[in-house]
């Protein structure tokens, strides 16, 4: 390299440094001062990563007092420059010396870059065009949002979440029972919401003991970062601002934090988007004295757009109180219970034509006749005509037309989702194991002892039956070695069912941590068996780390002992047995801890072991629950009315000494009630309902589209390749893993989303559902989103030469690719993306000015070129700088075309997609009062913004490859 003083020369490896000078030439070395930072920067002048300024004629230049020049002549005086030509400001000729550009100059335009001889490696340009592309598809893939939770392809789940997850501030009562997952529907919406920028900031009331849960459901399901609010961070968050519910955007915090008037207010002004309440059944109502909880809901659902309820047990508290719960998503609409009374007896004349139809054969005079009332507005001749004499799939197109219509206009379908097992498959059904065993003389001498030393009120003797290890525990003191498990029955028989099934996963649940950890050191010490503890004193990083240590197939561990914590959260359904060490006093809890197997995606019948000590409260509660309740062979929706009403009895009856004719009653009278509820239940379904919630061929349509999606082989290959330019470490891990790592040659500082110390990911569904310490990677993922925002964000791949060897064209013969972006900028509730999200534009000219890209693909025609080591390509582009020009300006005017086309288009989507959401809107309030005027004033407004900024599409130069032919 030559260097002379006062030559501009701009780093190749920090462009951001504006334009230096070259101050000193001192033997091997060169210094360069950037003026715009004040960087001084000494390099070695043989190989020194700096590319000197030249422009040339035609370019448009800056001075340092701030006027413009258009290049005409370069002159070279000693190595320096000077340029003249005519001022921007004054119009006359001036001459500029290279000392006294402007130092802020940046070459961040393409063809700046590429003149002034900063080109990219050909991967870099590979990449950022498939980055481009990528980001395209994503943005226009209506079921991005679906694709990207960890979470199981459950149809009435991701039918619910399609439905709710599209409209604007979704109002909605999920009630889908035990199991079947409200949960997981909730964070698909909210996912959904916050994807489209249809919300911002998200509120979430949850009971203070599910406040951990839905923090690790949200971020290890949905990648979404909730922060937990209580009493102490609202304190701590006051020194960043007044109303510390605005010091973040996604909030999580019990209902119990609220009651504080000042806390409800803060509340009510943080401007939220999106507010979820979980265990909605607890909010109890009536006309005359709602509770504080209620009200306190009410005043937030009156000032949030959008409202998720999530309960279970919809009727739990009275089937007023679930008026009460519509009503607190459409106050207008569920004015008055009586009114809703007789609404709802209607809706058996709906439910009996939708059988109908859904019998899928020639209906009666009278089935035509109720259908043709009920759907009055509507011409609905032909498809009663291809009913009655239509082929089995005409007719079967008509049915589900008319079902469909039926759905849209009448009941509570709009703002009530309930699905039940029975009308939902995948359920593979539970069978309960019992092993009773005697009880040890340790257990009874301790229990005897504690009584002569008056321990043994009525409670305290219930707890000594139920967890007789506890008490022993206590007895031998804090210092004292856990002996109680060398002699336990429970232990013995638990050891032995190990040994006899190595090679099933086995989930042990019991009541206390400290039970769980020494039930692991006896199966240690014992047998050596492999087991993971699982409990409430471990962070989550820990408990993330147990759950995957037994769910690893190969050399993971065969058991997984919980606490009772263990069965709140977490999903082990590729296991199917399951140990009961000892009995929650819950019947809730008793199906939380089933539910961790029970679940949809269980591949087996769900084997339940119940070792227990014969005549103690053990067994009494046990038959409490398997007789009375049915509660391990099904699930029990009332358990928590059966225990609201019985409760009192059996603690009282456990308590005391063993009564076996009180028990017999006890069950008996538990078992009546239970067979009234589920007849009450099975009467007051709602066929429409349940129709309208699991989402029938729709349903199915969106899990077939979801996993050809998860198939997509070119997604993996483009990740692999930004990870591969970005510098990223790349470790197969097998089991369908790949762990990344940060190293100290990537292009960029840092990797949003990617940690110091790496991280495992899969691009498996199902690996990732059973690994939950691995990371899902779909396109939804923010850590792909990141990557691809990095290359095209920067510089990066905007230029590049590369040498095509084809004998059958004229060496030297040049082509110019380029790559043009076209965008409409719009704020993210716009959702522009759904029409014109920023879209590539491919143009590749030959000398001549011809377009080849219709006839040239990308692909092809890359595989055709080798690179170019750079300095012959600055002299190549040095070279043809004049016909460069001249291209590129060509390739500008083709890109507009292009724009106009695509906006046009854009358009035409535009139309079809919100002009139809509309009309079918409009056309449903006329009939169905569940229609919101907001829900059609936002579609309106939407079309109106998306039309604007569509108006306002620009198109620009993202990237430039020059090509030149040289023989073989």
């Known amino acids: 390299m030559s260097f002379a003083l006062g030559q501009r020369w701009i780093s190749d490896a920090e462009s951001d440094l504006g334009l230096g000078t070259v101050v000193a030439i001192e033997g091997r070395m060169v210094t360069v001062l950037f003026p715009a930072t004040g960087d001084n920067r000494m390099f070695a002048r043989e190989d020194a990563p700096l590319t000197r300024v030249v422009f040339n004629p035609g370019d ?16 070279d005086r000693d190595g320096l420059l000077s340029y003249e030509g005519v001022r921007g400001d004054t119009g006359e000729n001036d001459t500029l010396r290279e000392t006294m550009l402007d130092h802020q100059i940046r070459f961040n335009k393409p063809q700046d870059r590429l003149f002034a001889g900063q080109i990219d490696r050909m991967e870099y340009f590979v990449t950022r065009y498939l980055s481009q592309h990528q980001r395209h598809a994503m943005l226009k893939n209506p079921l991005r949002a679906l694709q990207g939770p960890r979470a199981g392809l459950i149809p009435h789940q991701l039918y619910i979440a399609n439905e709710v997850g599209r409209r604007h501030a979704p109002r909605v009562l999920l009630a889908d029972e035990v199991g079947l997952g409200k949960t997981i529907e909730a964070g698909h ?29 949200m971020l290890r ?33 019990s209902l119990d934090l609220l009651r504080k008037k000042s806390r409800v207010q803060q509340a009510l002004e943080a401007d939220w988007d999106l507010l979820v309440v979980d265990e909605a059944h607890h909010l109890e109502w009536s006309e005359s004295a709602p509770s504080r909880a209620y009200q306190i809901v009410e005043q937030l659902a009156e000032a949030v757009p959008g409202v998720l309820l999530l309960t279970a047990t919809p009727d739990q508290l009275g089937h007023q109180s ?13 004015y008055d219970y009586d009114a809703f009374i007789r609404e709802e007896q209607s809706y058996q004349q709906v439910a009996d034509a939708a059988d109908a139809l859904l019998a899928r054969r020639p209906l009666s005079e009278a089935e035509q006749q109720a259908l043709a009332e009920l759907l009055s507005e509507s011409d609905i001749a032909s498809e009663l005509t291809t009913i009655q004499g239509g082929d089995d799939g005409a007719r079967d197109v008509a049915c589900e037309a008319l079902v469909r219509e039926l759905l849209d206009r009448h009941g509570t379908s709009r703002v009530l989702f309930r699905n039940t097992r029975s009308g939902v498959s995948g359920f593979q059904g539970r069978e309960l194991n019992l092993h009773p065993m005697a009880m040890p003389k340790q257990y009874a001498t301790a229990m005897r002892v504690n009584a002569m030393l008056g321990g043994g009120n009525a409670s305290q003797k219930l707890m000594n039956q139920l967890y007789p290890e506890k008490l022993y525990q206590e007895f031998e003191g804090a210092n004292g070695t856990a002996s109680w498990w060398q002699f336990d029955p429970r232990v013995g028989w638990m050891m032995e069912f190990l040994k006899a099934n190595r090679s099933k996963k086995v989930l042990v649940i019991t009541s206390k941590a400290a039970t769980a950890l020494q039930l692991e050191e006896a199966m240690r010490t014992r047998e050596g068996i492999l087991a993971s503890v699982f409990h409430e004193g471990m962070s989550i990083l820990e408990r993330d780390k147990a759950a995957a240590f037994f769910a690893q197939q190969e050399g993971g561990a065969q058991v997984l002992i919980c606490s009772e914590i263990g069965s709140e959260g977490r999903n082990f359904q590729f296991a199917h047995q399951l140990i009961m060490f000892d009995l929650p006093l819950n019947p809730d809890l008793l199906e939380q801890r089933i539910g961790r197997l029970d679940r949809i995606g269980q591949s087996r019948t769900v084997q339940i072991h119940v070792p227990y000590l014969e005549g103690t409260a053990q067994y009494a509660l046990l038959r409490w629950y398997h007789e009375g309740m049915s509660a391990f062979t099904e699930t029990c929706p009332s358990g928590h009315l059966l225990h609201g009403e019985f409760g009192d009895r059996m603690l009282a009856l456990l308590s005391g000494d063993q009564d076996e004719a009180a028990l017999e009653a006890l069950i008996r009278a538990t078992a009546e009630r239970n067979a009234e509820h589920k007849a009450k239940a099975e009467a007051g379904r709602d066929k429409l309902l349940e129709l309208n919630s699991h989402g029938g061929e729709a349903a199915a349509v969106l899990v077939t589209a979801l996993e050809q999606a998860d198939e997509d082989t070119d997604f993996i290959s483009f990740m692999l390749k930004l990870w591969d330019v970005i510098g990223v470490a790349q470790d197969d891990k097998g089991e369908n893993a790949v762990v990344l790592q940060p190293t100290e040659q990537m292009l960029f500082p840092s990797y949003p989303g990617l940690p110091e110390d790496g991280l495992s990911v899969t691009f498996d569904r199902d690996t990732a559902l059973s690994r939950e310490d691995f990371q899902f990677l779909t396109p939804a993922h923010p850590l792909v989103a990141s990557g691809i925002d990095l290359i095209t964000s920067s510089d990066t791949g905007s230029t590049n030469v590369a040498l095509l060897k084809n004998k059958a064209l004229p060496a030297g013969t040049l082509f110019l690719e380029m790559i043009f972006l076209v965008e409409a900028v719009a704020p993210g509730e716009v959702q522009i993306g759904r029409f014109l999200p920023p879209t590539p534009v491919r143009v590749l000219l030959d000398k001549s000015g011809k377009d080849l890209a219709a006839n040239v693909s990308f692909d092809s025609f890359n595989r055709q070129l080798t690179p170019l080591n750079r300095h012959t390509a600055t ?50 309030k006329r009939v169905n009062p569940n229609i919101r005027d907001s829900e059609l004033d936002a579609v309106r407004e939407q079309v109106s913004l998306v039309s604007a900024h569509l108006g306002r599409a620009q198109v620009h130069l993202d990237a430039l490859r020059m090509i030149v032919v040289t023989p073989e």
Do not use: Y
């Open 60 to 75: 448009t230049i800056t001075s340092h007092e701030g006027w413009t020049l258009e290049v005409e002549l370069v002159h």
């Open 322 to 334: 679930h008026f009460a719960r519509l009503r607190l998503l459409d106050p207008d609409r569920f």
């Open 875 to 924: 002299k190549l582009v040095s070279a043809s700088q004049a016909l460069l020009h001249s291209l590129i300006k060509q390739g500008e005017t083709l890109a507009q075309e292009q724009l106009t086309t695509l906006v046009a288009e854009a358009e035409l989507e535009m139309t079809r997609q919100l002009g139809g959401e509309l009309s079918r809107l409009e056309a449903l």
């Open 189 to 217: 919406i909210l996912h959904q919401q916050l994807l489209s920028g249809k919300a911002e900031r998200v509120l979430i009331l949850v009971p203070e003991t599910l406040q951990h849960q839905w923090l690790v459901e």
């Open 221 to 253: 399901r949905f990648s979404l970062r909730f922060s937990l609010f209580d009493e102490e961070r609202c304190i701590e968050a006051l020194a960043d601002c007044d109303n510390p519910f605005e010091t973040e955007q996604l909030v999580i915090c």
